[in-house]
C-alpha cells in the first residue's frame, strides 16, 4: 500500500511539473535590471522624475524613484513622493460604487437618472436607459467632452445642463468612446447616495482602511511636509514645466486623485487580493471584485492603445475602470492616466499575482507602457522584445506618420488669400449650446482663441479660415468664420461644432 501511494505521489508530481511547464513562470524582477531599464526609458523621455513599484498580493518586489520632483532644483523621488494619478483614480471611484452595491443602496443595471433625476441626454430614450454600469465602461456613446473641464473650467452643474446638446457619436452600447463625464457624474451618485463627496467617501472606506495615508483627491489636499512633482512637457527638443491642467481645490471624479508608490502599492495589493485589506478585512464582495474585472465592453483596436501592435492581443475589452487585454496566454487589467505635464500606469496579472505602478511627471511619456509589459513579460518570447526601444520607435513613428498627414493638409492651402474683413472685424465672444461661451481676441497684433482656462493662439491659413493651435495637446484646429450678407460675421465653425455670434450687449 505504502509502494501504491508513493507510485500516486510521484506520479503526481510529474503531473504538476507537467502542466506547470505549460504555463509562463514569473521569477522575482531582477532589480538592478529593472532599475536600469527605467533609467534607459527615462533618458529615451526625457522624463525628470519617476516612480516604479512592483509587488505581489503579500510582498513588494521592487520599490524605487528615480530622478527629480523639478528638472532643475527639485529634491530627489523616493517612495512617498507624489504624483498624480490622473485616471488610475477612476478604478477607485469604481471601488466606492460597488461598495454601495454590496450595501443593496443600487445596482449597476439602475438608470443613472434614478440618482441623478436632473440628467438629460440629447435623445430622451438614452435618458430612460443609460445605466451606471454604461458611465463606468465609456459606451453611452457620447464623444468626449474634456473641452468642458479642461479649457472651460466649467462646474458640473452646468455640464449636467449642457450633456442635452451634445448629439451622441454612436448608438448605446455599440462602440467605446473614452468619456471623462460619466466619471464625473458617478463621483456625484456616490455623494448622491452617500451624503458625502466621493473623495471623502473613499478616504473613509477605502484608502485609510488600507493605510493610505498619503492618498488625496486633489491637490489641494495634500497635507504639509509632504513632496509632491511638478509637471514637465517636451517641446521642439526641450524639456519645460508644464501648466497645471486641474485647479488644487478640483475633485474631478474622473482623474484628480494624488498619491504615492508606497500607497499605489498597497491598493494594487488590495486588488490582487480580492479585495481584501492586509489585516483580513474583506472591504469588496468576491463579487464585487469580480464584476469589476469582468469584461463589459469590446474595444475595437483603433479605439485602443498603439502598443496592441506590440502586445499583438486576440481580444480588447474595458472592464469597470479597467482596459483588458491577453498577453502571452493571461488576462491583463490596466489603465493609463495623462494629465498635463503627468502620467500614471497601473497593471494587473491577477493569475500570476504580480502588478506594477508607474508615476512620472513628463507630459504623455510613453515609456509608462514599455515598464508594464517588460514587468508582464514572462521572458519566453522569442525574440525577446526590447521593451524600451519598441515603445519608443513605435510612438516616434506615430508621430512621423501623424507629420505627414499634416504635410498633406498643407499641400491643400490655398496661396495669396487673404480675410475678407479687417483681422479685429473678427473678434468677440461667439456661443455654442454644447460648449459654451469662447472669446476671439484680436489684441496684440494677433487673434487667439480664449477661454477661462486656456488661450489657444490663431494663425490666418486661408480665405475666412485660421488655424487654431494648442501645443501641450498637440492640438490643430480650424476657425473659420461664415460672413453674412450684411458684410459682418454670421457664425463661426471651430472644434467641430457650430457658434453664433453673442451681441456686444449679451
Do not use: C
Amino acid at each position: 500500500m505504502e509502494k501504491l501511494h508513493a507510485m500516486r505521489k510521484t506520479r503526481l508530481i510529474a503531473l504538476a511539473i507537467l502542466i506547470l511547464s505549460h504555463f509562463p513562470a514569473f521569477a522575482g524582477p531582477d532589480s538592478d535590471g529593472l532599475s536600469a531599464f527605467v533609467e534607459r526609458g527615462m533618458a529615451l523621455w526625457h522624463v525628470p522624475g519617476m516612480a516604479v513599484t512592483v509587488v505581489s498580493s503579500d510582498e513588494v518586489l521592487f520599490r524605487q524613484g528615480f530622478g527629480k520632483t523639478v528638472m532643475r532644483d527639485g529634491v530627489n523621488i523616493g517612495e512617498h513622493t507624489l504624483f498624480a494619478n490622473a485616471s488610475t483614480t477612476k478604478a477607485m471611484v469604481v471601488a466606492g460604487i460597488l461598495m454601495l452595491v454590496d450595501e443593496e443602496k443600487l445596482t449597476l443595471d439602475d438608470p443613472a437618472v434614478k440618482y441623478i433625476p436632473e440628467l438629460r441626454f440629447s435623445d430622451p430614450m438614452l435618458t430612460d436607459q443609460i445605466t451606471v454600469r454604461d458611465l463606468l465602461t465609456h459606451r453611452t456613446g457620447l464623444p468626449s467632452t474634456d473641452f468642458w473641464a479642461f479649457f472651460m473650467d466649467m462646474p458640473l452643474e452646468e455640464q449636467i445642463g449642457r450633456l442635452a446638446a451634445v448629439p451622441p457619436e454612436a448608438p448605446l452600447r455599440t462602440r467605446h468612446i473614452y468619456q471623462n463625464t460619466m466619471y464625473e457624474l458617478a463621483g456625484l451618485l456616490i455623494e448622491r447616495i452617500d451624503g458625502q463627496r466621493w473623495d471623502h467617501f473613499l478616504r473613509e472606506r477605502l484608502w485609510q482602511p488600507l493605510g493610505m495615508t498619503e492618498t488625496f483627491g486633489a491637490r489641494g489636499q495634500i497635507t504639509t511636509g509632504l513632496t509632491h512633482v511638478t509637471p514637465h512637457e517636451y517641446l521642439d527638443d526641450d524639456l519645460s514645466i508644464a501648466e497645471w491642467d486641474l485647479p488644487a481645490d478640483l475633485p474631478f471624479a474622473a482623474g484628480s486623485v494624488w498619491s504615492s508608490i508606497h500607497d499605489m502599492g498597497l491598493w494594487a495589493q488590495f486588488l490582487l487580493r480580492g479585495g481584501v485589506t492586509a489585516g483580513g478585512d474583506q472591504l469588496l464582495s468576491d463579487a464585487a471584485v469580480q464584476e469589476m474585472f469582468r469584461p463589459q465592453q469590446l474595444i475595437a483596436e483603433s479605439d485602443f492603445y498603439p502598443t496592441a501592435k506590440l502586445t499583438r492581443p486576440s481580444w480588447l475589452s474595458y472592464g469597470l475602470g479597467w482596459f483588458q487585454q491577453d498577453f502571452q496566454g493571461r488576462k491583463i487589467d490596466f489603465h493609463t492616466g495623462s494629465l498635463s505635464g503627468l502620467i500614471a500606469i497601473i497593471g494587473l496579472d491577477r493569475a500570476g499575482d504580480r502588478a506594477v505602478v508607474v508615476l512620472g511627471n513628463r507630459d504623455h511619456a510613453e515609456m509608462r507602457h514599455a515598464v508594464l509589459w517588460k514587468v508582464m513579460d514572462s521572458g519566453h518570447s522569442e525574440p525577446e522584445l526590447d521593451w524600451n526601444q519598441e515603445v519608443f520607435d513605435l510612438y516616434q513613428n506615430n508621430q512621423e506618420q501623424a507629420g505627414q498627414r499634416w504635410k498633406e493638409i498643407e499641400k491643400k492651402r490655398l496661396s495669396n488669400t487673404k480675410p475678407s474683413l479687417p483681422r479685429e472685424e473678427y473678434a468677440g465672444r461667439f456661443d455654442n449650446a454644447a460648449i459654451g461661451q469662447i472669446l476671439i481676441d484680436s489684441s496684440d497684433h494677433a487673434m487667439s482663441v480664449k477661454t477661462p482656462n486656456v488661450v489657444l493662439p490663431m494663425s490666418h491659413w486661408h480665405l475666412d479660415t485660421f488655424l487654431v493651435e494648442y501645443e501641450p495637446w498637440a492640438l490643430r484646429e480650424f476657425a473659420t468664420f461664415r460672413i453674412g450678407p450684411d458684410g459682418a460675421i454670421a457664425g463661426l465653425e471651430v472644434f467641430g461644432e457650430n457658434f453664433d455670434p453673442v451681441a456686444a450687449s449679451e
